[in-house]
């Protein structure tokens, strides 16, 4: 199914200042923006909503406020950075909670498996972003989705999702690197030892989930972040321009 809600016939102004709080209180990190922050993030998400194609998969309807949330917490990222991040692919698939995909793999001796995977969402290079909707967004806690992904989306920018997105001039690739394949190395440790990482531990799985973890914790628990690994905060700060715990680096 092909929808989409806001797209031509629903301008900007007719979305209401009460559907904008709406959906923001369910999205309690973009209180950290400035007045003037969330007015660039909402005209954002609305440029964003129309160059996108929205698809609601097995049987969901998609809403106004569906896409107004995804749209935010997506621009969110790219605030500082541009719309264009976005560029070169257009679908958006959205399912009920915790889909399940179905996979089909051919093993070496030709015969082809068939299993369904549960996942939150996947990012395919070049292509669509596939995320699962919940209607109480803090229904996987301390999980968000939506900036998971996008974070894929920016990392692949480079070529290949590994964990380090196109960095602007003003930051060096090895600074980069002897931040976070440390941190990586370290969040890996304590993982397999069992410790309790506060962070979401499928950080360990690739450096690229790493990235996407992290990039997840720096706009949704920034000072957590930034107590585990407060150099992966400061590169963050740095690719994404912007600074949630408040005080100024930039
Ligand atoms: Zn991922």
Known sequence: ?????????????EIGPAQWQRVEARLPFLARLSAAEQAALREMALR????????GAQGLELTAEMQLSIALQACLPVLKLGLHWYDGWVGI?????DFLIPRSVMDADGVVHEYDDAVLGEAWEGGPVLLSW????DAVAGINIV???????????SGVADGMP????????QRWRSTFEPA?????????QDQDTRLDPYGAEAPAEFFAVMSEAFFETPDLLYEEYPQVYRQLALFYRQEPRGSAVL
């Open 93 to 97: 698939v959205i399912y009920p909670g």
């Open 48 to 55: 964003f909503i129309a160059a996108k194609e929205w698809h």
């Open 1 to 13: 199914m092909i929808w989409n809600p806001l797209k031509g016939h629903k301008q900007a102004a």
């Open 134 to 137: 919940f209607d109480a967004p």
């Open 184 to 192: 990586y190395a370290d969040f890996c440790q304590r993982v397999d």
């Open 166 to 173: 196109p960095l602007g001039d003003h930051m060096p690739a």
């Open 147 to 157: 900036i998971h992904e996008f974070a894929h989306k920016l990392d692949m920018r």
